[in-house]
T-cell receptor, first 115, second 114 residues
């Protein structure tokens, strides 16, 4: 089974801090994604990556950056955390390809609170 | 741009009854895939079922089936014989063919009543 592991289930940080959320997958997937989940808004894509050192902006990239130095690891960075970034963050991975039937595999999520 | 609409923020169903969760989508692509995911209160997203736009048969996976009406652009999830463990958020999602990005709906919270 695919395993996507997020480094923390719960995280509390202060306004202005630089925050790192880590995600590791063990199935050699090319694609990795970071989503933010808020009540009533569903999942919104922040960034995704289809290869090492490659990244593309999603729908809400402002205030975030990402790093993918190794294929299995995709990091989300909050450059200067703000209270409106308090949310649930979900990492996912999937196979690269033209076939659209490949589901995304998700980590357990990180509930991030910015005080 | 792709759009997924789930109009039911919350639903109740009696245990052992069937329930339908609605999903409509908007796309100009001819080739696309539709997914349903379940998210229990613990937070993990669980893939349930997939339907391709060119599939002639409705997808089924155990107690889950997808009522796919292409002309109406709807992909409703049907859960038969509901169980207490089905209580969760359910998300509909779409991926256009040839693209890696997936668009999610806002979700439906299903509560199964004993």
């Amino acid at each position: 089974d695919v395993k996507v592991t997020q480094s923390s289930r719960y995280l509390v940080k202060r306004t202005g801090e630089k925050v790192f959320l880590e995600c590791v997958q063990d199935m050699d997937h090319e694609n990795m994604f970071w989503y933010r989940q808020d009540p009533g808004l569903g999942l919104r894509l922040i960034y995704f990556s289809y290869d090492v050192k490659m990244k593309e902006k999603g729908d809400i990239p402002e205030g975030y950056s990402v790093s993918r130095e190794k294929k299995e690891r995709f990091s989300l960075i909050l450059e200067s955390a703000s209270t409106n970034q308090t949310s649930m963050y979900l990492c996912a991975s999937s196979l690269l390809g033209q076939e659209q039937n490949q589901p995304q595999h998700f980590g357990d999520g990180t509930r991030l609170s910015i005080l | 741009a792709q759009k997924i609409t789930q109009t039911q923020p919350g639903m109740f169903v009696q245990e052992k009854e069937a329930v339908t969760l609605d999903c409509t989508y908007d796309t100009s692509d001819q080739s696309y895939g539709l997914f349903w995911y379940k998210q229990p209160s613990s937070g993990e997203m669980i893939f349930l079922i997939y339907q391709g736009s060119y599939d002639e048969q409705n997808a089924t996976e155990g107690r889950y089936s997808l009522n796919f009406q292409k002309a109406r652009k709807s992909a409703n999830l049907v859960i038969s014989a509901s169980q207490l463990g089905d209580s969760a958020m359910y998300f509909c999602a779409m991926r256009p063919g040839g693209y890696q990005k997936v668009t999610f709906g806002t979700g439906t919270k299903l509560q199964v009543i004993p």
